[in-house]
RNA sequence: GGCCCCAUGGUCAAGCGGUUAAGACAUCGCCCUUUCACGGCGGUAACUCGGGUUCGAGUCCCGAUGGGGUCACCA
């Protein structure tokens, strides 16, 4: 086990190829969280070696992504750190300091084969290993194509025999045999390290405990254990992490256009939902807890609530974790964020905001649904009179030509034009009339809004509204009926 | 295909040899009610299949099946 003495340290290292994916964030949220609970350090490493997958902007999305999901670093490419510089790109003095070393140690060699050769040590299905072929090739004869300028890559030499071993937290013992292991490439021609190479050398340079990372490094871990031991550094704890899945075949990935950090947030749901929703896809706290903002999460954290197997995502939980939030948030929290939501709405300006935004907190549950929500105020035309009909509060066309004229008679005396007096304005009259109260209620709602459902009830609606467009609608629907 | 890994309701997921197999989302129904929503209550729904081991297996072992990952001068 690990030295207890050791501070834990765990790192992010993303490559700058894109967006931001969903496992990508993941696996950043429970590297800082493991690291916070530990009292530990969490870096941020840029991966960049393949200048090919570069992408522009890519750098700034992580940053921002990170800073927006509440996951901050203690080190990383902007901020400093004693272990810098974190961005691969500008480390290649030190991956090929640390090839020659391997070399001398003999857990790597120079190789000059060409990409014919390669291709034709493979079989009719594009797979076959190579073949050590350069690991015969005599020191003299090395230094003299070295010194020939010819082209090199620096390749591992994964013994022929035997297997690797190692205790993952999360899936237990892994073995390998190295028989099925290749002589990869460390050094690339171009001088940059693969990953295979980058990623040992600077975990090892960054003081990094615990490797937090997805499964697909799983089978390849013994080869980088190699790499430690031939070193003699102190391999790190491994955490590999199940995948997460759109469906049961497909991983989550952009690629397949599944949607990524940023395109959930711009769908309307609430950054804190969606970090709270990805900690529990794959990790549980044992006390049953799902609402748990990051604070919560950092202290439950636990390396033995990491499960094993792929998750699904589950679009439907997320929304609902959303609508959570929304709920519990302040009328200006609300209002802050769902502000631009509400300015794509056709009414936008038009209804007080403060009363709109009451009426919605309970019904939304991602903001982009808010400008469907209300977008019916504007769009108040002719009320097919079928709407009328309710057989619960009993009401139909006939029941509502009475009721409308009188209801406009009451709303225009109102005073008052708030949901409480108005609906204490409303039931009065129907206990003057003798209707029930929801006769009353429901047909004046369908007057008022021409929907079958919306967003409040009729005084609520009422006092949305105002005076002046309740009574010209009342007077149109009563009319309405009249000419049926 | 070789190798590595995984397997509880539709989804997340508890369980770590003895349970009426939790809980959440979704779904369905009821209540509340001024439609919708919120809130409350309840229902439907799961241990992939075979073999072992054991007095006893969702839990341990083996196999099958299914699924994922990996076999790049990508990470």
Known sequence: MQDNRTTV?????????????????????????????????????????????????????????????????????????????????????????????????????????????????????????????????????????LAAGEPYVIRQNVPEEGSGTYEDLVYGTVTVDFKDIEDGILLKSDGMPTYNFANVVDDHLMGITHVIRGSEYLSSTPKYNLMYDAFGWERPQYVHLPPIMKNAHEKL??????????????????????VNYIALLGWNPKDNREKMSLAELEESFSLAGLNKSPAIFDEPKLRWLSGEYIKEMSDEAFA???RPFLE??????????????????????????????????????????????????????????????????????AECFENAPLYEAMVALAAQNGWKNGQVLWCVRIALTGRESTPGGASEMAELLGKERCIRRLQQAADALNRA
Do not use: W
């Open 9 to 145: 340290r765990t790192r992010f290292a993303p490559s700058p190829t894109g967006y931001m994916h969903i496992g990508n964030l993941r696996t950043a949220l429970y590297g800082y969280l493991f690291a916070k609970k530990e009292g530990g350090k969490f870096v941020l490493r840029l991966e960049d070696t393949d200048s090919k997958r570069y992408v522009a902007g890519a750098v700034q999305i992580i940053y921002d992504t990170l800073k927006d999901a509440g996951i901050v670093y203690d080190e990383g490419p902007d901020v400093g750190g004693e272990f810098g510089p974190y961005i691969q790109s500008e480390r290649a003095d030190i991956y090929r300091k640390y090839a020659e070393e391997l070399v001398r140690r003999g857990g790597a060699y120079y190789c000059f084969c060409d990409k014919e050769r390669l291709e034709s040590l493979k079989d009719e299905n594009g797979v076959g290993r190579y073949d050590k072929h350069c690991l015969h090739l005599s020191a003299e004869e090395v230094a003299r194509r």
């Open 253 to 274: 990935s952009k690629r397949n256009g599944d949607a990524s950090y940023q395109d959930l947030v711009a769908k309307g749901y609430i950054p804190q939902a969606i």
């Open 336 to 338: 802050a964020c769902a």
């Open 344 to 413: 794509k709405s056709k009414v936008y300006g038009k209804y007080d905001e403060a009363k709109v935004l009451r009426l919605l907190k309970t019904r939304v549950e991602i903001l982009s649904e808010i400008p469907e929500k209300i977008d019916f105020l504007e769009e108040f035309g002719e009320i097919d009179p079928a709407l009328y009909n309710n057989k619960k509060m009993k009401t139909d066309a006939s029941v509502a030509a009475q009721v409308l004229p009188a209801a406009l008679q009451a709303l225009s005396a």
